[in-house]
């Protein structure tokens, strides 16, 4: 049995779709487990790229089972649109499994974002406006419609009906809107019922059975630690669970199924949308690190935000995921800095917080403290003997194990499957070796 989580340690956009397509041709099921279409996961496969909404990224692999989990929001619209996407390309999508108990995300939840997010003014949070709050808040209200209920089209037009009844209230009276048709959504939603009724399964019990059958089951967290709706920068969050933990309760396993978590990191900080970001660069440095990195939102397009990497949130991140190791991404793109910082601390009012401040006010208003670094300036892209990366590099890397106090396992120098580095071998994680024998990625 082996249950592998990647998470990601920062604010989203790390670099998890590289990762899990790199080891996914050692596993059985690649399962999401949060989130919904406001993801966007990035895999370059040779020369081909792929960007994945609400699929799991780990399904271009014929042998794989694809999994959406309980804990994912689904729009129906988007995900046969996705899958339409890859039929064209070749890619079969004939496996895939969308856990019965997922919730759907309605027409009225988008709009109903948008509106919010508009009502906000300067405090928006810059959600995505895909419906993922609406959609979790009706989840929670217990008013949500599920994936199974597109299997009794009764069912699903009485809990419709008394959806609309309150949505449509609030879209005439509150946002002085049109009020959706119930009769246009019955019939777009039974469309996407007949194509998609053969994917609907009990998915914790395919992925139970998995797990004790002996096999490889990777974990794909969206978003990351700090747009958790618990721990993240509230209310500047998503309102899932990225964190680590939120894979037992979005894919429906015990926590003692899980035998290692790998966070995503990259090599600096970026985010999209609103909130506190203590070692965002707005100057010239900002400005070059999104320009190297191509920091545009794989669902947005919005330019991302950047900083400088942040050890305090990284150190909180280890914490709250148990991190066993760190995939460090787009080391690359550090390339081209004479110097690189790094946030060791907060000072705020004349006290130093190395630490995650108690009080989001402290975290929103920290000067960071840096540790300066020599850079390398030297193309790294095509390094693969991690002895090889300038020794600039490997003092970075060594830094960020010794204040983080985990092991770097994997450094992605490219957005290639090619374009890796595993400074202590590949085989670190602790694969089953009852699992179908894949090979190894090269
Ligand atoms: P995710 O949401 O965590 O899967 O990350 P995204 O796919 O949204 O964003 C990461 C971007 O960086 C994608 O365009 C990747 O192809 C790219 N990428 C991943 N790893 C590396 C790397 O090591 N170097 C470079 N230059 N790009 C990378
Ligand atoms: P991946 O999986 C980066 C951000 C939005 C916004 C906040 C809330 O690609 O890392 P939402 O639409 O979820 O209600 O928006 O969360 N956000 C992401 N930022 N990467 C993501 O996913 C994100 N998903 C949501 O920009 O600030
Ligand atoms: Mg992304």
Redesign the pocket.
């Known amino acids: 049995m082996s249950g592998i989580v990647i998470v990601?340690t920062q604010w989203?956009?790390?670099?998890?779709?590289?990762i899990?397509d790199l080891l996914a041709n050692q596993m059985d099921i690649v399962a999401r487990y949060n989130g919904g279409n406001n993801?966007?996961?990035?895999?370059?496969n040779g020369e081909e790229?792929f960007?994945f909404h609400l699929l799991p990224?780990g399904i271009i692999y014929p042998h794989i089972i694809p999994v959406i989990g309980s804990g994912v929001v689904v729009d129906p619209e988007v995900l046969i649109y996705e899958m339409d996407g890859l039929e064209a390309r070749g890619i079969s999508t004939k496996k895939l499994k969308v856990s019965s108990n997922a919730h759907l995300i309605m027409p009225y939840h988008k709009i109903l974002d948008g509106l919010a997010e508009k009502k906000l003014g300067k405090y928006a949070i810059g959600t995505t406006r895909r419906g993922i709050g609406p959609t979790y808040a009706d989840k929670a209200a217990r008013s949500g419609i599920r994936v199974q209920d597109l299997l009794d089209m009764k069912i699903f037009k009485v809990k419709l009906e008394h959806a609309l009844r309150e949505k449509n209230r609030i879209l005439t009276k509150v946002y002085s809107q049109k009020p959706v048709d119930l009769n246009e959504i019955i019939e777009k939603y039974a469309s996407y019922a007949e194509r998609l009724k053969e994917h609907i399964a009990d998915t914790s019990l395919l992925v139970n059975q998995a797990l004790s059958e002996g096999k490889n089951v990777l974990f794909e967290g969206?978003q990351?630690t700090f747009l958790d709706v618990d721990y993240g920068t509230y209310p500047f969050v998503t309102s899932s669970s990225p964190i680590a933990g939120g894979a037992c309760t979005g894919l429906g396993v015990g926590p003692k199924k899980i035998n290692y978590v790998l966070g995503?990191t990259k090599a600096y900080v970026t985010r999209v949308g609103s909130g506190p970001f203590p070692t965002e660069q707005k100057n010239e440095i900002g400005e070059k690190m999104a320009e190297i990195?191509?920091e545009y939102?794989?669902t947005t397009g919005r330019k991302r935000r950047c900083g400088w990497l942040d050890i305090v949130l990284l150190r909180y991140a280890a914490m709250i995921n148990s991190l066993d190791s760190i995939a460090l991404?787009?080391?690359?793109?550090l390339s081209q800095f004479e110097s690189i910082k790094i946030c060791v601390a907060y000072e705020y009012e004349g006290k130093v917080y190395e630490t995650y401040p108690p009080h989001q006010t402290i975290f929103h208003k920290a000067t960071p403290i840096y540790e300066e670094m020599k850079g390398w300036k030297e193309d790294i892209t095509q390094v693969k003997d991690y002895q090889r990366l300038p020794r600039a590099a490997r003092n970075f890397i060594k830094a960020i194990e010794k204040w983080v106090g985990v092991p770097v396992e994997i450094i992605?120098?490219?957005?290639r499957r090619s374009?890796t580095i595993f400074p202590h071998g590949r085989d670190f994680l602790p694969l089953s070796s009852s699992s179908i024998f894949k090979e190894k990625v090269t």
């Not at 991404?329 to 793109?333: A, I, P």
Request: aromatic share 0%; no cysteine; charged share 25%.
């Open positions: 990601g989203g956009d790390e670099g998890k779709g590289k899990v993801a966007g996961h990035t895999v370059v790229a960007k990224s969206a990351g995503v990195g191509v939102g794989t991404t787009k080391l690359d793109v992605a120098v490219g957005p374009e």
